[in-house]
């Protein structure tokens, strides 16, 4: 079935099925590699974010709170005074701002936070105890990002960063109740957000985005890229296809036919080619490539055949007239033999002998 198929066949399913198996190869490590992008860029969409909060968090800490305290009372406390509130208000003005955060949440989530809402969750905590572990390490890990599930969301895309407690105006609030304002005790109680250490690692700052925002992502990129390859190849099958039938396929049917021709003994002088046969025969035999190769020696081997052809013709008309002279030979022998020549010879002779004897 393939060895009867044309050339052009052969060569485009071949072509078809090294296409399939490498765009499957190739499909399959491209789309893992614009998954990893794709998880870096949202990772570094969320890394900005944090940046952003987190600057406001600073300015809240070193300017705004400054100020505030000096008008109020050391019992007053205001939320504006709260670096954690400056954050939450600046996570949703960028949301209100920027469509692109509306399904992203914030949070910081803290061992033993002040407002229950931080808690972190088991796997918040597992995050905790990575950023510590590599501060043991030589090499600190200043970001960690990956698909987790949450109850309430399903399937999201984290990027989580370490908070560390680097101020000591923080433990004002943070170390003992009875360091903070009490008003600030009437709203959060004594329990919780206290006894945080200097210098230590007490939470991370994370942003969920949605894990399709991902996907669609990488899956745009790869139907771009995949688009390319198809028409990259589908051009190169169509240019193939198109090449192959002039340049390949078309000389070696018009020198298979020329065979069948010589084969059936219809050509036997180089008149009887036509036009077009000698015109495709000297075009192939001028290239350069296998096909002129195979072209030059089709024509050698037409030439030496129709010499050959010419020789032998000549030969037997020879042959022809040397059996025409035998013929003619034994003809004359034949009437030479003949009792109705021997009686006319033998007459002949005795007339001769008569003259002789009787010469008047
Ligand atoms: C004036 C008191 C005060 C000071 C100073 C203060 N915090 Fe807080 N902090 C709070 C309160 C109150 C909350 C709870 C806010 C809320 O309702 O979410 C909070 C919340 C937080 C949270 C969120 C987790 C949680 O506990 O709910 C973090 C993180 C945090 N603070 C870190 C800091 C850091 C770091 C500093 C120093 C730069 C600091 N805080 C300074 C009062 C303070």
Redesign the pocket.
């Known amino acids: 079935m393939w060895s009867r198929s044309k050339l052009g066949t052969q060569f485009i399913v071949l072509l078809l099925i090294v296409f399939l198996v490498g765009s499957a190869i190739a499909g399959g490590a491209l789309s893992r590699v614009l998954q990893l992008r794709a998880e870096a860029q949202v990772a570094a969409e969320g890394y900005l974010l944090m940046n952003s909060i987190r600057a406001a968090?600073y300015y809240t800490?070193l300017q705004v709170?400054p100020v505030l305290e000096a008008q109020l009372g050391s019992d007053d406390?205001l939320p504006e005074?709260?670096?954690?509130?400056a954050a939450?208000r600046t996570f949703e003005e960028i949301q209100a701002s920027d469509d692109r955060y509306q399904a992203h949440t914030y949070k910081?989530a803290?061992w033993n936070?002040?407002?229950p809402?931080?808690q972190a969750d088991e796997f918040e905590t597992s995050l905790i105890q990575a950023f510590e572990a590599s501060e043991s390490t030589s090499e600190s890990v200043p970001e960690l990002f990956g698909f987790r599930t949450l109850p309430d969301r399903g399937r999201v895309f984290y990027t989580a960063r370490p908070?560390r407690?680097e101020?000591p105006?923080?433990l004002?609030?943070?170390s003992t109740p009875e360091a903070?304002?009490s008003e600030?005790l009437a709203i959060?109680g004594r329990e919780n957000?206290f006894g945080w250490e200097l210098n230590k690692i007490f939470?991370v700052q994370v942003v969920y985005a949605p894990a399709e925002e991902v996907f669609s992502a990488s899956r745009r990129a790869f139907g771009i890229v995949m688009g390319l390859f198809f028409a990259v190849f589908a051009i190169a099958l169509l240019a193939l296809n198109g090449l192959l039938q002039p340049f390949v396929v078309r000389p070696i049917r018009q020198l298979a036919r020329l065979s069948q021709r010589l084969a059936a003994d219809e050509i036997q002088s180089p008149q009887d080619l036509d036009a077009p046969e000698s015109e495709v025969l000297t075009k192939v035999s001028d290239r350069k490539d296998e096909l002129g190769q195979l072209g030059r020696m089709f024509q050698d081997m037409l030439n030496e055949m129709l010499a050959r052809q010419q020789r032998l013709r000549q030969q037997i008309r020879a042959l022809k007239i040397e059996i025409d002279e035998q013929r003619k030979a034994r003809e004359v022998e034949e009437i030479v033999e003949t009792d109705y020549f021997q009686d006319l010879q033998k007459k002949a002779q005795q007339l001769r002998d008569r003259k002789q004897t009787d010469p008047d």
């Open positions: 968090r800490d709170r406390f005074i709260v670096p954690a509130y939450r910081e803290v936070p002040t407002n809402n931080d908070m407690l101020n105006s923080c004002q609030c943070h903070a304002p600030m959060y957000g939470g």
